[in-house]
């Protein structure tokens, strides 16, 4: 994952971030979690109201949908919330 510039595509900041073989642009916005594949860039949207463990978990789970995007909704739920709940057992939180 690379951090990248800062941009503003008409709905807000958005970060630019590349993971496995694409670059996304990762927003918040008043959306509980969205993952926009066929967009060009691909964008990651979350809700910035969420915070804590949810918010950990509505990234992790847009994340997967954009690593596996074959997975079903189910099988993506159910590995964000394990995973997820994984990385909040461990310490995993949010700085801001
Ligand atoms: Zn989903």
Redesign the pocket.
């Known amino acids: 994952m690379r951090l990248g510039l800062d941009t503003d595509g008409g709905g807000g900041m958005a970060r630019e971030y590349t993971f496995g073989k694409r670059t996304y642009l990762i927003r918040e916005d008043a959306l509980d979690?969205y993952?926009d594949l066929p967009g060009e860039p691909p964008e990651i949207w979350v809700d910035p109201r969420l915070r804590g463990r949810a918010a950990l978990e509505a990234w992790v789970?847009?994340a997967l949908?954009c690593i596996h995007p074959r997975w079903s909704?189910g099988r993506?739920?159910r590995a964000a919330k394990a995973l997820s709940g994984f990385l909040w057992l461990i310490g995993y939180r949010r700085r801001k």
Request: with cysteine.
């Open positions: 979690g993952c789970h847009e949908h909704e993506v739920d």
